[in-house]
């Protein structure tokens, strides 16, 4: 049985087949859905070793996201090219574990497939290059497509830990390096809900470091009610 707490991974791990790759295809919601489910997208976390654990989960939800492309693009290129030997298993290989490098230029990987295959004598290479082609797109169509559910939780959850951290950074019973490092927490999860990707560019603690160091302005103390004072009494 799979624990909640693998269900995104198990989701990822089962694509090893061109049907799963096509299912996910139609549902690629799913693991972002399955993430959030394990991640307890509502919990208010409280402590910043809190909020670094569920940063690290959410880049390696990322990096596992990108794994799985690379498989998905190795069984798509074996089925893309069964019956043409032009493009051999080490290339394919090749092919699949950089295919995220071809984002945006999937004419170049088209021209270096067409290259490989004209040396090895294809039939036809201009054919060859527009299957390899196609391959591509699809699979970094996926990639964005279950991306964008992955980096809309990111953002959910950073602009809900938002006012946490400067409730935080403002609290004056804390001691002035918890609110500081609370400041840098709250501008750094201003910074992830407006672009959500930054969240990949470092570790939360190498992202809070390179924040300028800052005090908040505790919020104003309040004035004692009529009540208070008759407790006081």
């Known amino acids: 049985m799979i624990s ?4 995104a991974q198990h989701l990822l791990d089962q694509i090893q087949s061109l049907a799963r790759i096509e299912a996910l295809e139609a549902e690629p919601a799913a693991y972002a859905e399955r993430l959030a489910s394990e991640l307890g997208a509502g919990a208010m976390l409280d402590t910043l ?12 939800a990322l990096a596992q996201l990108d794994a ?10 074996d089925h893309a090219l069964a019956d043409d030997a032009s493009i051999a298993a080490p290339t394919r290989k090749v092919f699949a574990t950089t295919i995220i490098g071809y984002i945006a230029r ?5 021209a270096r497939a067409r290259d490989v295959a004209a040396r090895a004598y294809a039939g036809d290479p201009d054919g060859v290059a527009a299957r390899v082609g196609d391959v591509a797109r699809s699979v970094l169509a996926l990639r964005v497509a279950m991306q ?3 980096l809309a939780l990111v953002r959910d959850l950073a602009e809900a830990a938002a006012p946490i951290a400067d409730r935080h950074a403002r609290d004056r019973t804390l001691d002035e390096p918890t609110r500081r490092r609370w400041s840098a927490a709250r501008r750094d999860l201003e910074a992830i809900a407006s672009q959500p990707e930054r969240i990949t560019s470092a570790p939360m603690e190498a992202r809070l470091a390179a924040w300028p160091e800052q005090l908040d302005e505790p919020d104003p103390e309040r004035e004692p009610t009529f009540a208070d004072m008759i407790e006081l009494d």
Do not use: K, Q
């Not at 070793?49 to 390696?60: G, I, K, P, V």
């Not at 999937?106 to 088209?110: F, H, M, P, Y």
């Open 4 to 7: 909640a707490m693998s269900a």
């Open 49 to 60: 070793d809190a909020l670094d654990a569920r940063d690290a989960r959410l880049r390696h």
């Open 68 to 77: 799985m492309i690379e498989r998905a693009a190795r069984i798509r290129f």
């Open 106 to 110: 999937v004419e170049l990987l088209e």
């Open 148 to 150: 964008a559910g992955v």
